[in-house]
């Protein structure tokens, strides 16, 4: 190779290619060999990170993934950070990353017949296609149920869209609402998610959800998570969200113990591995799958049983302007991961879809921006403005509501204001700082000045909030929840706007999670979990429920399809 920067014109002169590789024509789809020898030479992200840099790559959010996700072998380089962010007044490295991934590509139908022509290469139990938090939770549960497993994800990093979860975990009757003296009750859980998916969600599945919610936390600390911290989301009566303590995000959290969960259990875990087709015999039963790997090519693994946890199509620009033609070209807050392959393989084999066309917008993204603003914000007592100054809404109404009312504001933007007590409260504030999405000043009066708002009503705005919080009630909007008053120095505002952030439909599945056909028949062997699913959340999720839906009907997914595959 001679492309400047990839890996192989750097080592040519080292060793050779056995620098990196154990023999040629060996290197595995997840490139496990190649990337033990970069960390063997260079040391692990912990040693790498440059504590003198503001940003830094090496101590991203990702975790611990591969180096030949962003440092390739035999090509350019690609800074996975360029994909959601742009740091302002930051030269990051390799700029032109938002290039084609390999997945985008069309699939090769001639490939995927030869290779079920050739037959299955192996022979597995379970196959679980997508390794964010649903397939990592399936993926441990059919272990632990005694099946062998084989994770797949087409990304060169494990996490999907799990890893970028900021907000948390909502469930009732958990040891943390117990310490924090929080009187909550499984019917309130099902009430408040039915009525905020304006009761089109499945029953069955929200009492699935509410009733093994806080199974679902001891299940997570069991394997390592820290879930300590309790906020109040948007639609919920009482403080059920569950998250890491100390403020941190709960998708990276959970996603690293996943990782080492599964690790520890033994799972096989491919990366850069997509699966092309779910293979099915006469009577419609599942039999396997075709992959494209990599560096593999082709190949069919058979297996009895099929996991899809594939997540939604958030980042699918060409499916949000099919099904809502009225968010064509909205920006999303989604992985670029996000883009619904589970759905077209479910409906190749004669799925049927839920609620296909249900898409939430978040109301508070970073304006100009695909950085989510936590709800949690909101949660812990930021007030929600418009470009004058004025609230114009429950700030902990739900997203559907909030995201319609900003809308309805001059300009379609809104700013969320918050003072230095929320700032030092809520760690994931600093993060935003951090990235310089927040303007900061010492009056209110000077921060309206900066912002453009008109200093006399953001003024009268935060003197009649502060006035509701002392007295307990607020007379505007009714909010529910005022944990903070805004009067201590400085005073911050981040400009928000909505951006495309969950796909309430998808497969349609039944309480085992299995995967239903047009007649609702379970298609025998296909089981989904999590957000490439339909019914669990109605016409719209309420915050803390994807991450509950991803490990609760993960683990049910996994532990049925393990049953399926070891008893038929
Ligand atoms: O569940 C979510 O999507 C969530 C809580 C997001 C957030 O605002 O942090």
New binding site residues.
Partial sequence: ADNKNDLASFHKDVNGCKTCHTAPNKVSDSETFENKQCKSCHGDYGKLANPKLDIDPHSSHLGDINCTSCHKGHEQPKLYCNECHSFKGLDMPFNKAKSKEPWDKGWDNEAINKAIAAGPKETTDVIVVGAGSAGFNAAIAAKKAGANVILLDKAPFSGGNSML????YNAVGTVQQKDHKVDDKIEWYVEDTMKGGRYANDPKLVQILAEQSADGIKWLESLGANMDDLKR?GGARVDRTHRPSGGLSVGPHIIDVLRKASDKEGVDTRLNSKVVKLVVDDEQKIVGVVIHGKHSGHYMVAAKSVVLATGGYGFNKEMIAFYRPTFKGMTSSNNITSTGDGIELAKAVGASMTDIDWIQT?PTVGKDSRI?I???VRGVGAIMVNKEGNRFINELTTRDKASDAILKQPEQYAWLVFDNELYKKAKMVQGYDHLEMLEKANTVAELAKITGMTPSVLDKTITNYNHYFKQGKDEAFNREQMPLSIEKSPYYAVKVAPGI??TMGGVAIDTKAEVLDIQSQPLKGLFAAGEVTGGVHGYNRL?????ADTVIFGKIAGTNAAKHALNT
């Fill in positions: 979860a900021a907000g948390g989301s978040h989510l936590s709800e949690t952030h969950h915050g803390g429920n994807a991450v």
